[in-house]
């Protein structure tokens, strides 16, 4: 992952949040080596580190002396230093945890809510958010983030369809989660969000370029470059659900026929009535020519197969990733194979979501990493 600091005074808000970062990838780590390693002055990196001390953030431990001397302190990451709550709302329905500085889900809950419209999920919300207050003492409580299915603010696609949240089209969503929580809120869409969370906590420890395939109650996706979500023009690129692949093929809420979505998501598998088994060996070619598609069109290190779906299902899918046929990424010096299934399936979003909140209150700011979901934060 790159994490690299900014010299602009106006970058300090994003440098708390690069050496936060570094420090919870590397730590216990010293002030020099975050210095090295984000390209920050060791004078900034000691200023932005005495702050994030004194606010409780951040650890510093004395390590065991290995020779003569007193040894340099290291710093680690607070886990309790703070938590934020993530939600993940699908068409299926809700789940809320509250997630700690480490990125850890300590307490989660989960209410099956099927379709569920504004009024009972935001009631819900609350509910679920004031019994994870309850359930664990968990110090300052810093936000509050979203996931929920985009694409976002596309007339005739958004909250349209049963892979959406269907007729929410008009409901103001970080006022209503504002309201439902009292905390300052957050909001991504959920291929995002759980490809954040990947990137934070799992896989995006060993990669930096790959494209996170989100198979949920829809089809997403997003290209993940350089460790960050590559966002396009308006912040929905990668939403592969809808990329015609059947000419003349099922009739689809968008109004095209033969998306991909159509065919493969869990909104599939469910219409279809089949076996996981037989389902997987039906949508093996839709599939393959899904992420060879992908492929030629992001060059990834790999495809990460990720999403809120049953795990056996995720992992009979992964077995399709045998016998890929010929792309630009059949090449002999490769890594990692070409799919791989994600770390954690289950909380991804959650805690991509939570690491929004993380994010906005240490960094109010607009910065460069992550931007789209801090012009959420500025609703
Ligand atoms: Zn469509």
Known sequence: MTLRGTNQESGR?????????????????TRGEIAERVGLTVQTVSTIVRELEDQGYILSVREKPK??????????????GGHAVGIHLTPLGIDAALVNLRGDVVESR????????PDEAFALIGEMVTELKASYKHGRLLGAGIALPGPFDVESM???????????????????????????????????AAALGEQLYGLGQQL?????????????????????VLRGAWGNAGEIGHIPIVLDGEACPCGNRGCLERYLSLDAFNRRGLSETEWVAEVAPIFRNAVRAIENLFDPETVVLGGLAPPALIEQLATLGDGLTN???ARANRSHPRLMVASDCQHSALRGA??????????????????????????
């Open 158 to 192: 958004s909250f349209v369809g049963p892979t959406t949240m269907a007729g929410w089209k008009n409901t103001d969503i970080r006022q209503r989660l504002a309201d439902a929580t009292g905390l300052p809120v957050f909001m991504e869409n959920d291929m995002a």
């Open 354 to 379: 939570a690491a929004l909140a993380v994010f906005g209150a240490l960094s109010p700011r607009f910065g460069q990493m992550f931007e789209t979901s801090e012009r959420g934060a500025a609703a």
């Open 327 to 329: 792309s630009i990424a």
């Open 110 to 117: 989960h209410r099956n809510a099927p379709n569920a419209m």
């Open 208 to 228: 930096a370029n790959y494209y996170y395939l989100f198979f949920s109650v829809g089809l997403g996706g997003v290209m993940m470059h350089d460790g960050s």
């Open 13 to 29: 808000p994003f440098n708390r949040r690069i050496v936060l970062e570094s420090i919870r990838l590397n730590g216990p780590t």
């Open 67 to 80: 020779g003569r001397g007193i040894p340099p302190s290291a710093l680690t990451i607070n886990p309790e």
